[in-house]
């Protein structure tokens, strides 16, 4: 089992950017593939981004170009930069531990002028 803890929600502005943050437990976290996905009010659960052992990394068309995920394994943790924020990237987002399928708690992210 992996304790996930997301955190750097907020409010911004379209345009906006911010940076959010996953902190993972497990010594073995270093193989692990990671992943951050959405939730908007009334829709489903989506994939956003995902990171793989060695740096492969896979977008949704949708944040392509605009959201960049990384980690820092020595630190176990697992970074979601996104730019150019949209009122549609409005959602809770939540990291997850593709090997374990553990869930974090989600942090919102409310883009709005």
């Known amino acids: 089992q992996v304790q996930l803890v997301e955190s750097g929600g907020g409010l911004v502005q379209p345009g906006g950017s911010l940076r959010l943050s996953c902190a993972a437990s497990g010594s073995i976290f270093s193989i692990y593939a990671m992943g951050w996905y959405r939730q908007a009010p009334g829709k489903q659960r989506n994939l956003v981004a995902r990171?793989?052992?060695?740096?492969?990394?896979n977008y949704a068309d949708s944040v392509r170009g605009r959201f960049t995920i990384s980690r820092d394994n020595a630190e176990n943790m697992v970074y979601l930069q996104m730019n150019s924020l949209k009122p549609e990237d409005t959602a809770v987002y939540y990291c997850h531990s593709v090997p374990t399928r553990d869930w974090g708690r989600g942090t919102q992210v409310t883009v709005s002028s």
């Open positions: 990171i793989a052992k060695g740096e492969i990394t």
